[in-house]
């Protein structure tokens, strides 16, 4: 475990909401945070609308890949948030956990997950200034 706080976020098929809030905090910290993201349910590949939201405000989450919700993602992360992943997600003393209620993306129009998009980037500022991290943008 590093220095640097340690978040995962998680959804079901790691497509869209989670790839997002992985995108921005990546876009957003840089290497003062460490960042992972998973599935209890992992989909083929990340959505394409999601990709594309996120690409029309300079993140690029293209070459991301849907991967599976592990224990040791989760032993590893000092905060792990949750995006509607139910009870998939292992319980670990001294970790801190957050549901993020946020509308899942799958089969919406672009301009219906800009919204989405939205809220997850003023989710992800706030996570930052609670974890005390520096925004770079």
């Not at 300079?58 to 599976?68: E, F, L, R, T």
């Not at 003023?122 to 925004?135: I, T, W």
Request: proline share 7%.
């Amino acid at each position: 475990m590093s220095d640097r706080p340690s978040v995962l976020f998680v959804c079901v098929h790691n497509a869209g909401r989670s790839q997002m809030a992985a995108g921005f905090l990546a876009h957003l910290a840089g290497d003062a945070v460490e960042i992972r993201s998973a599935g209890s349910d992992p989909g083929a590949a990340v959505n394409p609308v999601a990709v594309a939201a996120m690409r029309e405000v300079g993140v690029d989450i293209s070459g991301n890949a849907p991967s599976p919700l592990s224990a040791e993602a989760v032993e590893a992360s000092d905060v792990v948030i949750t995006m509607g992943c139910g009870d998939a997600c292992p319980v670990f003393p001294g970790k801190r956990y957050l549901d993020w209620a946020v509308p899942d993306p799958a089969g919406l129009s672009l301009a219906d997950v800009r919204p989405i998009r939205a809220e997850i980037e003023e989710r992800v500022r706030g996570l930052l200034d609670e974890l005390g991290a520096a925004a770079r943008a």
